[in-house]
């Protein structure tokens, strides 16, 4: 344990200058923002989207390092547990996301007007749920980069799995149009973090305010209730994931296919078959698959694939193809 706390506090004095940039950033977005513009709900949209900003990019600041196989090496032969080394990156990152949150809701109270504020224990609230939630966020975004073993593929998990919520949320949609499932039109099915973030904003807006109604009436909505809880799960789990992932780095991976479960080998057949759930028909259906195929051998960087491989894209075909058949039978199923 005592070497973990030596390599925690080496750690953080060598990326001090880069929170100090941040810092300098954070300070350039208040000063830029004119003081008229200043509203209660622009200032909770602006503390979300800065929380949001950089869980985004902290998890390559914080793991790019390990994506070297001659830094990996010096790293791996420090006396300290791999786990415990991926805890000591995640904990100084999440150290610099609460900085950088805790400067900018300090900053936005010096760019209000007086007694703009009506409620500040609703205000250190809204801080502390947006640092809890990005908090989360980034400990998804970490296990989409830890498991790639090059940057540029942790960076494309990164950014698909912040989509993924989005292309999931329009196939359901899709489907629950198509095949009317439901009498009335749900606004959204979406999980992303995010989205849920964002959704607090009127009500945050209202409460620091003095409207003490306005909070409860968002969690008053049991979809948004559910969508919460399962995002809380799966950002959690994610978390715990990563360190475990992490143990498991070995240094001649790196640099080389990432052939993590979590990354392609997944996310490919996921997305196309979101995308399947928009042609509901039998040539679009193989077309995409495909695409697949040809977005499988570019990541196996070869036209042989794996078996696993196969059994994904066999999955993929059979289950865009029973869609489709379901689709085709539908004016039969509906009386």
């Not at 790019?64 to 990996?72: A, D, G, P, V, W």
């Not at 805890?87 to 010096?110: C, E, K, P, S």
């Not at 540029?152 to 949320?169: C, K, R, W």
Request: with cysteine; net charge neutral; glycine share 6%.
């Amino acid at each position: 344990m005592t070497e973990a706390r030596r390599y925690f506090r080496y750690h953080f004095q060598k990326s001090v200058p880069k929170l100090i940039l941040e810092l300098m950033m954070v300070l350039v977005v208040l000063l830029l923002i004119p003081k008229s513009y200043v509203g209660e709900e622009i200032i909770v949209i602006e503390l979300m989207l800065a929380g949001i900003m950089i869980a985004i990019i902290m998890p390559s600041l914080e793991f790019s390092e390990f994506h070297n196989r001659r830094n990996l090496d010096t790293w791996f032969s420090l006396p300290i547990d791999r786990m415990k080394l991926g805890l000591v990156h995640y904990l100084n990152g999440a150290l610099q996301i609460g900085t950088v949150l805790t400067f900018m809701a300090v900053g936005i109270l010096f760019r209000l007007e007086a007694n703009a504020i009506k409620n500040y224990g609703m205000y250190a609230l809204l801080c502390f749920t947006v640092l809890a939630m990005c908090l989360l966020l980034y400990g998804l975004l970490c296990l989409a980069f830890t498991c790639a073993n090059t940057s540029a593929d942790g960076s494309t998990f990164v950014l698909a799995y912040l989509i993924l919520p989005l292309a999931i949320n329009l196939a359901v949609l899709s489907a629950a149009t198509h095949f009317k499932w439901m009498d009335e039109p749900i606004d959204s099915f979406a999980i992303g973090m995010p989205v849920c973030l964002f959704t607090m904003r009127t009500g945050f807006a209202n409460a620091i305010v003095g409207d003490g109604n306005a909070l409860s009436e968002v969690f008053h909505d049991s979809w948004f209730v559910s969508r919460l809880v399962l995002n809380i799960l799966i950002c959690a789990a994610a978390t715990v994931m990563m360190l475990f992932n992490f143990r498991n780095c070995h240094a001649e991976k790196v640099e080389d296919i990432s052939d993590s479960w979590f990354g392609y080998r997944t996310l490919l057949p996921i997305y196309a078959l979101c995308a399947a759930f928009f042609t509901y028909t039998y040539a679009g259906s193989v077309l995409l698959g495909i695409v697949l195929i040809i977005c499988y051998m570019g990541y196996r960087r070869s036209s042989k694939l794996h078996k696993s491989d196969w059994a994904v894209i066999a999955v993929y075909f059979l289950v865009s193809l029973l869609v489709c058949g379901m689709a085709g039978r539908l004016p039969d199923m509906i009386p």
